[in-house]
């Protein structure tokens, strides 16, 4: 017996790899809000750097608004996938390469700032400074340009300047957890996504309706013999 073909609905149809390719990134763009969120909750939890301008209501108020950002990338997918629309998955995979790049380029930038404030404060301690210290380097000068510090002496602003580094390999830590992850969905995303717009800027498969035989009805008459 020969196995029932699935009826397909007569018209323009996508592939199933383009349907694949949208479930993929509709998950992704799910991730992505999620991780979003977890991210603004984190830094609305963590304590105010003593460094940061604008108090309380400034800083709540750059995160909502960064979320807020954060949450139209994934936005531009999910709904993009839904939809079908080539032009949102093509801004949602551009901007999530764009973020990528963006995301390693600040991973690296923050490293190197890192190492670079711990051989000034290694080499350069008030009173002891080591021949790797810079010649004229004070670091009551440093201080200068930061708000409550523009007198400090070389010794206060070298502590105060410790203690904020400290307080960046702590937060490190947790921006590693969240970039790392969010670095390597932006990227999937970015080729996931780029797939999916190639796919629907193909034209649509054509599926021919389906053969409709008529049926011609007549009268029976009946036969003359049959009285």
């Not at 991730?31 to 984190?42: E, K, P, T």
């Not at 551009?94 to 404030?117: E, K, P």
Request: net charge negative.
């Amino acid at each position: 017996m020969e196995a029932r073909q699935p009826f397909v609905p007569y018209g323009m149809q996508r592939d199933q790899e383009t349907q694949r390719l949208s479930k993929q990134v509709i998950c992704l763009g799910i991730a992505a809000g999620v991780f979003a969120v977890g991210r603004g909750i984190v830094a609305m939890v963590t304590p105010q750097s003593p460094s940061e301008i604008g108090g309380a209501h400034g800083r709540l108020g750059s995160i909502v608004l960064g979320l807020a950002l954060a949450l139209l990338v994934p936005a531009c997918g999910y709904f993009g996938a839904k939809r079908e629309d080539s032009n949102l998955v093509g801004c949602f995979s551009c901007c999530n390469c764009l973020s990528c790049c963006c995301a390693i380029t600040g991973l690296v930038g923050v490293f190197m700032g890192i190492a670079f404030d711990n051989a000034l404060l290694d080499n350069c301690i008030p009173g002891n400074e080591s021949s790797s210290c810079p010649d004229g380097f004070q670091w009551s000068k440093v201080c200068q340009n930061l708000p409550g510090h523009e007198h400090d002496s070389d010794w206060a602003c070298y502590h105060y300047l410790q203690d904020l580094s400290d307080s960046a390999k702590r937060s490190l830590i947790w921006d590693l957890l969240f970039s790392v992850p969010t670095c390597i969905l932006g990227c999937c995303s970015s080729v996931i996504g780029y797939k999916l717009y190639g796919k629907l800027t193909e034209p649509p498969l054509a599926v021919a309706p389906p053969v409709q035989v008529g049926i011609q009805q007549q009268a029976i008459q009946p036969h003359p013999e049959a009285h």
